[in-house]
């Protein structure tokens, strides 16, 4: 039968070939690691880009948009799919992570990850705090609402004493640096960890679910840039060069906790942190543009002792500032065009309050993702080097 007559004589067809081309086994290995590592460099090479493209992007808008609770969104943005990517690579080549030195690497990454957490629970109270400061908006709002009733002085001094007791708040945030609560709630996170075990309390590293009072975010951001450096040839080429996407997500995190902490109000917060961007990066150049747009903004008389850079910010303050001037004018029996100026004040207010209220929920939504993926990817990558250090 045609199917037994070549069964003696029958080889495999990657036998077959090989003899055909007389590539011997050590070669084939040989171009299969090739293979595997040109997949590599390019994969990584692609992350490399896909970074540079992200922050060009964000550095690139107008100055309307700038430090926006919306910009502010396409950066948190920005910052997960960046470490999506981040983890993809983590993931194919898992089987390197215990290798020495990109062990060590990985681990000082959970390392500033962690610490990275603590920021993301103050500037979540930051972002209570801007809800304290509507809250008293609302009170103004409400009281110089014509349409529902006449108003009157009653309604006038209600009004006063609101703007005046938001404008106290925010003295008192830039005068105190005071957190909105002496304990974060982690977003609800009820942690297991062991090293809350191990830790001595009023340490500024406060693992994540608490922050004491002598908690600095100036200081966490500090910590986190220090010893932040690129790495060198020999650990490239030491570690297939994956020391290179563990520098550039450690950077980047970094980088974006530092915009965070220039925009939102946090305790003690500040933007003289000493760091270097690194410009032999292809997204050293838009992370320095970046940089240079924020403190420019820092800069500007109106900005100086701001509670943070965020732009609904600045509004809120314009805001209180203009209605408090105005109202401490107004006499009564209240003349016309006063009442004209007061009702278009309202407006102007009413759409920096509903602006800013909006732009808030999104924005908290999305920093409690950011601190979600932040400890998803800590928890997958400590498996993988354990997994790699039982195997060895």
């Given at each position: 039968?045609?199917?037994?007559?070549?069964?003696?004589?029958?080889?495999?067809?990657?036998?077959?070939?090989?003899?055909?081309?007389?590539?011997?086994?050590?070669?084939?290995?040989?171009?299969?690691?090739?293979?595997?590592?040109?997949?590599?460099?390019?994969?990584?090479?692609?992350?490399?880009?896909?970074?540079?493209?992200?922050?060009?992007?964000?550095?690139?808008?107008?100055?309307?948009?700038?430090?926006?609770?919306?910009?502010?969104?396409?950066?948190?943005?920005?910052?997960?799919?960046?470490?999506?990517?981040?983890?993809?690579?983590?993931?194919?080549?898992?089987?390197?992570?215990?290798?020495?030195?990109?062990?060590?690497?990985?681990?000082?990454?959970?390392?500033?990850?962690?610490?990275?957490?603590?920021?993301?629970?103050?500037?979540?109270?930051?972002?209570?705090?801007?809800?304290?400061?509507?809250?008293?908006?609302?009170?103004?709002?409400?009281?110089?609402?014509?349409?529902?009733?006449?108003?009157?002085?009653?309604?006038?001094?209600?009004?006063?004493?609101?703007?005046?007791?938001?404008?106290?708040?925010?003295?008192?945030?830039?005068?105190?640096?005071?957190?909105?609560?002496?304990?974060?709630?982690?977003?609800?996170?009820h942690s297991t960890s062991k090293d809350h075990h191990h830790h001595q309390p009023g340490h500024s590293r406060s693992?994540?679910?608490?922050?004491?009072?002598?908690?600095?975010?100036?200081?966490?951001?500090?910590?986190?840039?220090?010893?932040?450096?690129?790495?060198?040839?020999?650990?490239?080429?030491?570690?297939?060069?994956?020391?290179?996407?563990?520098?550039?997500?450690?950077?980047?995190?970094?980088?974006?906790?530092?915009?965070?902490?220039?925009?939102?109000?946090?305790?003690d917060r500040s933007l003289q942190i000493h760091f270097s961007i690194p410009r032999q990066y292809s997204w050293g150049?838009?992370?320095?543009?970046?940089?240079?747009?924020?403190?420019?903004?820092?800069?500007?008389?109106?900005?100086?002792?701001?509670?943070?850079?965020?732009?609904?910010?600045?509004?809120?303050?314009?805001?209180?500032?203009?209605?408090?001037?105005?109202?401490?004018?107004?006499?009564?029996?209240?003349?016309?065009?006063?009442?004209?100026?007061?009702?278009?004040?309202?407006?102007?207010?009413?759409?920096?309050?509903?602006?800013?209220?909006?732009?808030?929920?999104?924005?908290?939504?999305?920093?409690?993702?950011?601190?979600?993926?932040?400890?998803?990817?800590?928890?997958?990558?400590?498996?993988?080097?354990?997994?790699?250090?039982?195997?060895?």
């Open positions: 039968m045609p199917s037994t007559d070549h069964q003696g004589s029958s080889v495999p067809v990657a036998s077959f070939r090989r003899s055909i081309l007389g590539i011997s086994s050590d070669q084939v290995h040989s171009m299969d690691t090739n293979h595997d590592s040109d997949d590599r460099d390019s994969q990584l090479e692609s992350f490399q880009k896909k970074v540079s493209s992200r922050f060009h992007d964000l550095s690139a808008v107008t100055t309307d948009e700038f430090l926006s609770a919306t910009w502010m969104q396409k950066l948190l943005d920005a910052f997960l799919a960046c470490q999506e990517d981040f983890r993809v690579t983590l993931c194919k080549n898992r089987a390197h992570l215990s290798k020495t030195p990109l062990d060590r690497l990985v681990s000082e990454f959970f390392e500033r990850s962690i610490k990275a957490l603590d920021i993301c629970n103050a500037t979540r109270d930051g972002i209570e705090k801007i809800r304290l400061w509507l809250k008293h908006l609302e009170i103004v709002l409400c009281a110089l609402d014509s349409q529902k009733k006449m108003i009157g002085e009653g309604q006038f001094r209600r009004a006063r004493k609101a703007l005046m007791d938001s404008a106290l708040v925010m003295l008192d945030e830039k005068e105190t640096g005071s957190a909105f609560s002496n304990r974060n709630r982690s977003f609800g996170r693992l994540s679910w608490s922050v004491s009072r002598s908690w600095s975010a100036a200081k966490q951001l500090q910590s986190l840039a220090n010893n932040l450096v690129s790495p060198r040839g020999n650990e490239i080429v030491a570690t297939n060069g994956l020391a290179v996407p563990v520098f550039t997500m450690s950077y980047v995190l970094m980088f974006v906790l530092w915009i965070l902490v220039a925009v939102i109000p946090c305790q150049t838009a992370l320095l543009l970046l940089h240079d747009r924020i403190m420019d903004e820092s800069k500007k008389r109106d900005r100086r002792n701001s509670n943070g850079l965020l732009k609904e910010i600045y509004q809120i303050e314009k805001c209180i500032a203009h209605m408090t001037d105005l109202l401490d004018s107004i006499q009564f029996p209240l003349a016309e065009e006063r009442k004209e100026e007061v009702e278009k004040g309202v407006q102007e207010l009413a759409l920096v309050f509903y602006a800013s209220k909006n732009g808030l929920d999104p924005l908290e939504q999305e920093l409690r993702e950011v601190f979600r993926k932040i400890m998803s990817l800590r928890t997958e990558g400590l498996e993988f080097l354990n997994r790699g250090n039982s195997a060895g």
